[in-house]
């Protein structure tokens, strides 16, 4: 069982940067994506940016540019540097892991307890 816990969530100006993280108690071996999704209130939850085993990332218009997502393997961790926050960016962050079948089935998903960012106009 992977367990995922965040940390690095807060308040912050408009302009200015935050960082989190996500480590995952388990290992998560195989094809795998990490990403950081985050919910608004009232708002559906949307995926900010991903990245693969492989090192691939992608990443939602609206952050593109300004945020940054990187993994470490060895420490089964991914991080999200965001900066030039804006008031639209707030939201509850929440971590994700999906692990894959050879043939690209969904074997796991787990997810972080997310964390609160606050960014102010």
């Known amino acids: 069982q992977v367990q995922l816990v965040e940390s690095g969530g807060g308040w912050v100006q408009a302009g200015g940067s935050l960082r989190l993280s996500c480590a995952a108690s388990?290992?998560?071996?195989?094809?795998?994506?990490m990403g950081w999704y985050r919910q608004a209130p009232g708002k559906q939850r949307e995926l900010v940016a991903l990245?693969?085993?492989?090192?691939?990332?992608n990443y939602a218009d609206s952050v593109k540019g300004r945020f940054t997502i990187s993994r470490d393997n060895a420490k089964n961790t991914v991080y999200l540097q965001m900066n030039n926050l804006k008031p639209e960016d707030t939201a509850d962050y929440y971590c994700?892991?999906?692990?894959?079948?050879?043939?690209?089935?969904?074997?796991?998903?787990?997810w972080g307890q997310g964390s609160q960012v606050t960014v102010s106009s």
């Open positions: 388990g290992r998560i071996n195989g094809r795998n994506a």
């Open positions: 994700n892991a999906k692990t894959f079948s050879l043939l690209g089935s969904t074997l796991g998903d787990y």
């Open positions: 990245i693969t085993s492989g090192g691939s990332a």
